[in-house]
Every structure is written in structure tokens, then in C-alpha cells.
């Protein structure tokens, strides 16, 4: 097709009434799939609690959306033209909210993380789509304020969910968490389709890569569950560990060759062939991880050892939106004239610092020095993420920059998955061996134990809860020494990431910020 044919076809742009009613309705759907991604971090103590694991298990609850949701991105450019963009929006929503609603009823870990293996995958073309369909509701002038409305949804989600996630899990109850979608994604699908079914995208039957897609959910599903069983499993001291890393190895080497040598591949790996393509993702997805396991850990360690409520520790971790929100503006003006490589370094450098910062934290540091950190990190994630998918998708053809954001998004979303278990089962690892430490210096009939056990006695403890009371002070200090040391590597390992970003090419000048999936804000 033509594109002045293209151009003959495409529905005129809303006015009035219709285009206030689909922003919001667009911006309502974003926001409730963003808001799903920060809102159980503050939780994950509570749902474990309730379903009986450890909250390392409890994280299984994060990871498994991520990573289903990093599987469905791939598949939205060949879904759209099989069933329409208007319809593959609405139908998304809908499912997402059927598969909230059922996340709420969950009454063990494992239907719970089933049910959020569902809504991970039908939430991967509501992000996408969204931005997709909001473009074409204005008109080509003002498409920067579109985006830019678009964008400020997806930076107040982060803020509003750990406050939000942390007052339902006090005040009510987690599964309420997931039951404020079923409201919201209700009006935002009535309103959806009530404006914007009458300007369908054309629809045609592609083929699909169905070996691609079966070796891709292979590879990706074995190395999560290694990752998420692997502490609990002793790692390469069990079987079914081997097994996964296997199954996980051979079907990647399989998918690789697929994909590269398929007519219609489910991703195209051939975009790998572009330097800032490469590298480009590869930091993007790198970072994020480092990022996305930190921010998961941050409200474990605050409710776990320091005493946070869930609320408190969502108030702790809330204003990292603030900063993002005033910045992201003036990065989206600015990227297409400051050299996009000199503002991801410098989110680099305020992310190792602040990561450095958290990294000299005690058990006595208050929450005015916890919440400097959180504030200073929103200007880092401002200059992150539109800047590095603007160096992702510099150089390619029109034709070509789908294909390279669904990739780039999916291996950004899998590598944030990822991150969530390597960051918490490090954890747990330093945490032992600082407890090991920790206790050598404590031997049994020590002088120092004996007087804290006399002291603790003196309290009404008995000798056994007066050793509990002592090993739990030490665990404190244990998994406080161990997020130092996972937030002092995170640091180190985001300064060592500035030379990738220089291996790219900087784009070309020009106008006015690439359109971006910024999904990744979540």
C-alpha cells in the first residue's frame, strides 16, 4: 500500500467530547496495567503471610508477570493485523480485569501465580496499543502533547502504587490490590470501544511463527523457574535445576537458529546486526534489571527488618515519581538536540550514586535519609529511558521500528523479571553467610551473650525467647549488610555500563523526541 493511500485511510482525528473521553479512557487502561506492575512490590510480605511461603517466594508473584508479559510484547504487531487494533485493545483490557479479579480469589501461591501468568500476557498490547491509538486520536501537530500526556500516565502509576498497594494492604485486605482494576478497566473498556470501534485498522491473516513462539516460552519459562527455585532447590545440587538449565540453554541455541533463518520470525533477531540496536538494548536491559531488582528489594528489606508498615514503606518509595514527572517533559524537548548518550550517562551516574547512597545504610537510618535516595533516583529515571530508546531505535527504517521496540521491550521486561530473582536470592545469600559472621563472634557462653541473655531476662524472656529475641537482632543486621552489599554492586555495575552506552553511534539531530514505548517507566 501507498503511502498516500495509507494516508487517504487513516480516520480523521478527534474533536471535542470524543478525544477528552478516549485520553482518558486510553490513559485509564495504562495507568491500570502500570499501576499493576509497582502496586504488589509493597505487598509481597503480606501475600506471603497469608499464602504461607517465604516472601522470596513471594516475589514469584512479580516475576511471573513480568515475564509472561515480556513474552505477549512480540506478538502484538502479528495479533493487531489478525484482529484489529481497536478490538485487540478492548478484548486486552477486559481479560486483564478477569484475570485481576481472579488474582484477588487466589487461595495458594501457586493459582495465584498462575492467574498472574494470565494477566501478564493478555496486559502485552495494552501499552503498546494504547500509545498507538492515542496518536492517531490527535492530530500530527500536536502529537508531542499526546505523547506527552501518555507519558505523564505512565510516571504517576509508579508513584501512586506503592502508596496505594500499601494503604489497601493495612487497611483492607492484598486482594483488593487486584480487585480496583476491575472498576477502572470496566469504564476503560466501555469507553474504548464506544469511541473508537467505528475506526478499526485493517485486518489480514499473517502466518505466525509457531515453533519460534513454543522455543521462546521454552527457553524464557526454564531460566525464570531456575532462577526463582534455585535457592530453594540448592541450585546445581538438585536435579530438576539441571534440568531447567538444560531445557534453558538448548532451546535458546534452538531459537536463535530459528529465528534467524524463519520467513515470518515471531522476533527478528537480525536487528541485533545494528550497532545501536545492540548495544543499545543490551544496556537498556541490563540497566533495568540492576534498576527493577533494587526497587523490588527496597520494600522487603523496609517491612522485613526495619519495622515498616506497608504503608510507611510505600510513602519511603512514592516520590520517586516526582522528579520523573517534572523532568520528562523537558528530556522529551530536548532529546532530539542534546546528545541522547550524554543524558543516559548521566541517569547512569545519579543511579550509582544513589544506589552508593542506600548502600551505607544501617538498621538505625531514618526515613528522611531512606527517602533522599528515592527522590534523587526520579531524576535518573527521567534521562534513563527516552534517551536509551532513542539511541535503540536510531537508523532504522520506518518499516523496521515496530519490530525493534516490541524486541527491545521484551528483552528490557525479561531482564526486569530476572533482575527481581538474582537481586532477592543474592540477598538471601549474603544474608547468611553475614549471619555466619555475625555469630562467630558470639560463641556460645560468651561473656556478651550471657549479658544480653541476663538483660533480656530481666524482662520477662525466658532463655529461649531471649536467644529468639538476640537471633533475631542479628538477622537484622545480617539482611542489612546483604542489601548493602546488592546496592553497592548494582552501583558499581551501572558505572561499568557507561562505556556501553558509548560504543553507539549518537542519532541524528532532529526536532522532537521518537516515540517511545515508555512502558518501561513502570
Known amino acids: 500500500m501507498s503511502q498516500a493511500t495509507s494516508a487517504v485511510n487513516e480516520p480523521a482525528p478527534l474533536h471535542g467530547m470524543p478525544l477528552l473521553l478516549g485520553t482518558i479512557s486510553l490513559s485509564l487502561a495504562t495507568f491500570m496495567n502500570v499501576l499493576d506492575s509497582s502496586i504488589a512490590n509493597v505487598s509481597i510480605p503480606a501475600i506471603a503471610g497469608d499464602l504461607g511461603v517465604s516472601p522470596n517466594q513471594g516475589t514469584w508473584v512479580i516475576t511471573s508477570f513480568g515475564v509472561a508479559n515480556a513474552i505477549s510484547v512480540p506478538l502484538t504487531g502479528w495479533l493487531v493485523q489478525r484482529f484489529g487494533a481497536v478490538k485487540l485493545f478492548t478484548w486486552s483490557v477486559l481479560l486483564f480485569v478477569i484475570s485481576s479479579w481472579l488474582c484477588g480469589f487466589a487461595m495458594s501461591l501457586e493459582t495465584l501465580v498462575a492467574f498472574r501468568v494470565l494477566q501478564g500476557l493478555v496486559a502485552g498490547p495494552m501499552i503498546p496499543l494504547s500509545q498507538t491509538l492515542l496518536l492517531a486520536s490527535y492530530p500530527r501537530t500536536k502529537a508531542g502533547m499526546a505523547l506527552a500526556l501518555w507519558g505523564m500516565t505512565t510516571l504517576v502509576a509508579p508513584v501512586v502504587g506503592p502508596l496505594l498497594g500499601g494503604w489497601i494492604t493495612d487497611n483492607m485486605s492484598w486482594p483488593w490490590i487486584f ?33 519460534g513462539l513454543a522455543l521462546l516460552v521454552l527457553w524464557v519459562g526454564s531460566l525464570q523457574l531456575m532462577l526463582d527455585k534455585g535457592k530453594e532447590l540448592d541450585w546445581f545440587q538438585s536435579s530438576t535445576i539441571v534440568t531447567l538449565a538444560l531445557v534453558a540453554v538448548v532451546s535458546f541455541a534452538a531459537f536463535v537458529v530459528w529465528e534467524l533463518t524463519d520467513e515470518h520470525p515471531v522476533v527478528d533477531l537480525k536487528l541485533f546486526g545494528g550497532r545501536n540496536f545492540a548495544f543499545g538494548t543490551i544496556t537498556l536491559s541490563v540497566a533495568y534489571g540492576l534498576f527493577f531488582g533494587n526497587v523490588v528489594l527496597m520494600p522487603l528489606w523496609l517491612q522485613q527488618w526495619m519495622g515498616y508498615t506497608a504503608t510507611d514503606a510505600g510513602m519511603a518509595l512514592a516520590p520517586v515519581g516526582v522528579l520523573a514527572i517534572l523532568l520528562t517533559p523537558l528530556v522529551g524537548r530536548k532529546v532530539g538536540e542534546w546528545d541522547p548518550r550524554a543524558m543516559a550517562t548521566g541517569a547512569f551516574i545519579v543511579f550509582a550514586t544513589v544506589l552508593w547512597m542506600r548502600s551505607n545504610f544501617t538498621t538505625d537510618t531514618d526515613f528522611v535519609h531512606i527517602l533522599l535516595p528515592t527522590v534523587l533516583q526520579g531524576a535518573a529515571m527521567a534521562f534513563f529511558f527516552i534517551p536509551l530508546t532513542t539511541i535503540t531505535l536510531a537508523g532504522l527504517k520506518p518499516e523496521r521500528i515496530a519490530a525493534a521496540a516490541g524486541l527491545s521491550n521484551f528483552v528490557r521486561i525479561t531482564a526486569g523479571a530476572m533482575g527481581t530473582s538474582i537481586a532477592t536470592t543474592v540477598w538471601e545469600n549474603r544474608a ?42 542479628i538477622d537484622q543486621q545480617a539482611f542489612t549488610l546483604a542489601a548493602d552489599d546488592v546496592f553497592l554492586v548494582s552501583s558499581l555495575m551501572f558505572l561499568a555500563l557507561l562505556g556501553a552506552i558509548w560504543l553507539t553511534r549518537r542519532p541524528a539531530p532532529h526536532g522532537g523526541a521518537t516515540p517511545v514505548d515508555a512502558g518501561g517507566a513502570h
Open 179 to 211: 480487585y480496583i482494576n476491575v472498576p477502572v478497566g470496566l469504564l476503560a473498556a466501555a469507553l474504548t470501544w464506544g469511541i473508537y470501534r467505528h475506526r478499526e485498522t485493517a485486518t489480514r491473516k499473517l502466518p505466525i511463527d509457531t515453533v
Open 432 to 473: 547468611t553467610l553475614h549471619h555466619a559472621r555475625l555469630t562467630e563472634q558470639l560463641p556460645v557462653g560468651s561473656q556478651v551473650l550471657q549479658g544480653a541473655q541476663v538483660g533480656l531476662g530481666q524482662t520477662g524472656a525466658d532463655a529461649g525467647q531471649a536467644l529468639g529475641l538476640i537471633n533475631r537482632l
